[in-house]
């Protein structure tokens, strides 16, 4: 079974950095898209950002030119490089795979993380 554990959130004062690593671990041959959704307290869950595994990326506008999303295919990790962050930005972030091939050749469409909780201080 696939599964993706994040770490790296934290607290942080608005204007600073925060760095999110999340791995998948399983049987895994292949991951075709990897990203970081969040979820702010009485708000529902939105793309922060994802990225193919060609390396293409996407982000939310609110996050562009202050978030940068990358991964690493061998190792079937992504991470989350967030700059200049602001209270607003504060949410629970998860990890989320889609397209995930097992070396038995079995598909998982998605797989979500556990999430991990940002909090931006004014």
């Known amino acids: 079974q696939v599964q993706l554990v994040e770490s790296g959130g934290g607290l942080v004062q608005a204007g600073g950095s925060l760095r999110l690593s999340c791995s998948a671990s399983?049987?895994?041959?292949?991951?075709?898209?990897m990203g970081w959704y969040r979820q702010a307290p009485g708000k529902q869950r939105e793309l922060v950002a994802d990225?193919?595994?060609?390396?293409?990326?996407n982000y939310s506008d609110s996050v562009k030119g202050r978030f940068t999303i990358s991964r690493d295919n061998a190792k079937n990790t992504v991470f989350l490089q967030m700059n200049s962050l602001k209270p607003e930005d504060t949410a629970v972030y998860y990890c989320?795979?889609?397209?995930?091939?097992?070396?038995?050749?079995?598909?998982?469409?998605?797989?979500w993380g556990q999430g991990t909780l940002v909090t931006v201080s004014s």
């Open positions: 990225i193919t595994r060609g390396g293409s990326s």
């Open positions: 399983g049987s895994i041959f292949s991951i075709n898209v």
């Open positions: 989320h795979a889609a397209g995930v091939v097992t070396i038995t050749r079995y598909l998982e469409l998605e797989v």
